[in-house]
């Protein structure tokens, strides 16, 4: 990407700038784009071209680009469709830097070749484009107003002469144009800076990740917030998130455009429980990017990760002047998945000292209206308090804000203890706040939230916190590559990655089956071994508990005859004999091909049961032992796995061992296998292992095996 920056530059920092199709009418968007520009002030000299008039509001036209006394770094292209590409091509031909194309009619439209000449041009040219069907940007930096949006104008209209460009605040990169700028002005109302709006809209060239990454090496963002519905280059996006975090700028997106129809066609249980939401879901939370779902939360953590500092911890200390709006608050941050802590007895020993004694010191430390009556003295040394114990990660200050003069007459408190905070601090007014209050807790770096936006906005400083956390821990190391043979059969590969399973032989015949049984030792279980039959249960091809040699012969022939049924004309390799194992907690693990990831190794709940209890998590390769045991304890029912209700704790290091044995193994065999099924893989007790009892592998050429 880095070599694309400067043409990038000139397209959203331009020092000229060409709106093909310009228009005097400012009722039309050829001429709202004009009024824009121009309300702006924009340092950027504009060159209006247009064949019907001399002059549009005090800026002399051109009949056509070769009329342009300088190289221009931006056209603004705001004509139809059809007379699209060839601006284009008279713009690539003159030098143009970048290029900004409103019309609509495109790949939408069904009109995918003109788009894919877009691409084309950019690309033989090196000019870029972004578009079409796009509302266009506004970059506050840098003073420009390249949209139509209604609401931009008015912005600019209402800011003032007074107004300062921001240099530092938010991003936002958004694949629709209305909702970008949407998110923009409701940004502003919350008090949230906001550098940049970018629409991207088709992508026939630029895409959302490529505009992120430049808006970054800008310098000066404090959080990017990105709507998409898909990626254009997805391998792309762990550079993207990496660059981001390194800057410690946070990536605040939500993605739409959900899919199952993928699932539908896939084979083993592995693919029915890893649809691609759920990859990005495993990708973002990996890349420390934080994914919300409205428009609320995004804001929401915006707020919060773009004016404080991440929290250690997910401990909140809930400081109140009201005891019944502390209780509240407390519940929305438990349910936010956040600790309310007590404090400790010294700590409570000495904020007792502080609050009146009809006050508490338990979470919510109820610390009443008195101590901010003081000239927040009081409210003061309790947040010095709170601070210093190391027993709490944030506060939530709930306070009262609706007397205007609030604010004001704590700042000589509240000033310096901000400036030197070392955990994030949030305010809430249990009443309307007063706007000067709001203003005046702005200039001091203090962030105002709505209950329901403050447990979002901790959610967010607490996740993001836990990320840069074990960012500097790193991944862990990775299962190493074993010494066996790529193309070695399945079970051999299970062995060569110590992935356990129990002794197994293969049955031609009644005789042999029963003979397979007691050399093992009985019971033992029996399984129809068939290139066609993905799902032996379903088929009536398993046959378990097998006590004795006779049972092994009836139990043959029985398997034969409900395959014969079930699945008529499937070709039968035998009867496979396997050690019965002990019975335990049930899993699945597996891997599964994503179209955008590629292979992803999933674990879940398992057993006949497992596409009802869809209890699962999954991650791209590649994955190691630490990063296994992570997807073990997000999984909805990890209480199960670490002894509830009296059982003892299964072997948790065991079953992250085999999810870090089937990465290598994938990684090893390269595009061999579509797909690997391990279910059910049964947990002992801590300390004695697992055993995987069945196996699926899916091959990409030659089907099951």
């Not at 790949?107 to 070749?113: F, K, Q, R, V």
């Not at 605040?169 to 906001?194: K, Y």
Request: proline share 6%; aromatic share 4%; net charge negative.
């Amino acid at each position: 990407m880095e070599n694309t920056v400067s043409g990038l530059e000139r397209l959203f920092n331009p020092g000229s700038i060409a709106v093909i199709g310009a228009s005097a009418d400012l009722t039309k968007i050829r001429g709202r784009i004009m009024r824009a520009l121009t309300d702006c002030a924009t340092a950027a000299r504009i060159y209006p071209i247009s064949r019907s008039t001399d002059e549009i509001l005090g800026l002399k036209t051109f009949a056509s680009l070769a009329e342009v006394p300088e190289a221009v770094d931006l056209a603004i292209i705001v004509i139809g469709a059809d007379k699209v590409i060839e601006a284009l091509e008279d713009c690539a031909a003159r030098g143009v830097g970048g290029a900004l194309v409103f019309a609509s009619g495109f790949a939408e439209g069904g009109n995918a070749h003109a788009e894919h000449r877009m691409a084309e041009i950019a690309a033989q040219s090196g000019m870029r484009i972004l578009g079409p069907n796009t509302l266009g940007f506004y970059s506050d930096a840098n003073g420009v107003a390249a949209s139509f949006s209604p609401i931009i104008t008015e912005w600019i209209r209402a800011r003032g002469p007074a107004y300062r460009p921001c240099t530092e605040g938010v991003d936002i990169v958004c694949q629709s144009g209305g909702l970008g700028f949407a998110l923009h002005v409701r940004a502003l109302l919350e008090r949230i800076p906001v550098r940049h709006v970018v629409t991207t809209g088709n992508e026939a060239d630029l895409g959302a990740i490529e505009v992120a990454d430049y808006l970054l090496s800008t310098g000066g963002s404090r959080g990017i917030l990105m709507f998409v519905e898909g990626f254009k280059n997805v391998d792309a996006l762990e550079s993207l998130a990496e660059k981001a975090a390194a800057q410690g700028v946070p990536i605040i997106i939500n993605k739409i455009g959900k899919s199952d129809a993928g699932q539908r066609a896939a084979i083993s249980h592995t693919a029915h429980l890893t649809g691609s939401d759920a990859i990005y879901d495993a990708v973002f939370r990996r890349l420390g990017m934080i994914r919300v779902s409205t428009p609320e939360e995004m804001l929401a953590a915006a707020a919060a990760l773009a004016k404080l500092p991440p929290a250690r911890g997910r401990r909140v200390a809930v400081v109140t002047t009201s005891g019944g709006t502390g209780g509240w608050a407390a519940d929305i941050v438990s349910g936010e998945g956040l600790e309310v802590p007590e404090p400790s007895p010294a700590l409570r020993k000495r904020l007792d000292a502080i609050i009146p004694g009809y006050g508490s010191s338990a979470n919510p430390i109820d610390v009443t209206a008195a101590v901010v009556e003081d000239g927040g003295a009081g409210l003061g040394a309790v947040l010095q308090e709170v601070e210093a114990s190391g027993e709490f990660d944030a506060a939530l200050v709930i306070v009262s804000f609706s007397a205007p003069g609030r604010v004001k007459g704590m700042r000589a408190v509240l000033a310096p203890l901000l400036a030197a905070r070392r955990i994030p601090i949030l305010f809430h007014s249990a009443g309307l706040p007063h706007p000067e209050n709001l203003e005046a807790l702005d200039e001091i770096g203090g962030l105002y939230q709505t209950l329901g936006a403050a447990g979002r906005g901790l959610r967010a400083l607490a996740g993001y916190g836990a990320f840069l956390a074990a960012r500097e821990q790193g991944r862990g190391p990775l299962v190493p590559a074993a010494t066996v043979d790529p193309g070695a059969p399945p079970a051999d590969l299970l062995k060569a990655y110590a992935i356990p399973t129990p002794p197994v032989g293969l049955a031609t015949s009644a005789d042999a089956a029963a003979a397979l049984a007691e050399e093992m030792g009985f019971p033992v279980v029996l399984k129809i071994e068939s290139p066609d039959i993905a799902h032996k249960t379903e088929a009536g091809g398993v046959f378990l508990n097998v006590a004795d040699p006779e049972a092994a012969r009836r139990g043959y022939a029985t398997i034969l005859a409900n395959v014969a049924q079930a699945a008529p004309g499937a070709r039968i390799d035998g009867v496979q004999v396997q050690k019965m194992a002990p019975a335990g907690i049930e899993m699945v693990v597996g891997m599964t091909r994503d179209a955008d990831f590629g292979p992803v190794v999933m674990l879940g709940f398992g057993g006949v049961y497992v596409e009802i209890l869809r209890d699962s998590a999954v991650l791209p390769l590649p994955v190691g032992r630490d990063e296994a045991l992570g997807m073990i304890h997000s999984l909805k029912g990890i209480e199960i796995l670490q002894g509830a209700r009296g059982r003892p704790p299964v072997d948790l290091e065991a079953l992250a061992g085999i999810v870090a044995g089937v990465s290598a193994l994938v990684t090893q065999t390269g595009d061999r296998f579509a797909e690997i099924d391990l279910n059910p893989v049964i947990l002992y007790p801590e300390g004695q292992g697992a055993m995987v009892v069945d196996t699926l592998f899916v091959d990409s050429n030659a089907g099951v095996r």
